[in-house]
């Protein structure tokens, strides 16, 4: 009859070994949960992903020596 939108497959990710596991919601209160550590993902964060605000303001720093 109408134009009815064929509803989406939810399927898992594929993600590394370290984050397998993290489930990530948004609950009523609009406050994030997460089934690991906040730290732990900070980690893996602060590991796996370069700042483009740090790492130019150290190419900056550089360029005044």
């Known amino acids: 009859m109408g134009n009815r939108k064929k509803p989406i497959a939810k399927s898992k990710p594929k993600v590394t070994k370290e984050l397998e596991g993290l489930n990530i919601s948004i609950n009523s209160f609009g406050e994030i949960q997460s ?17 483009p605000k740090i790492e130019g303001a150290n190419r900056h720093d550089e360029s005044k020596e």
């Open 35 to 51: 089934s690991f550590d906040i730290d732990k993902i900070n980690a893996f964060l602060d590991v796996n992903v370069t700042d």
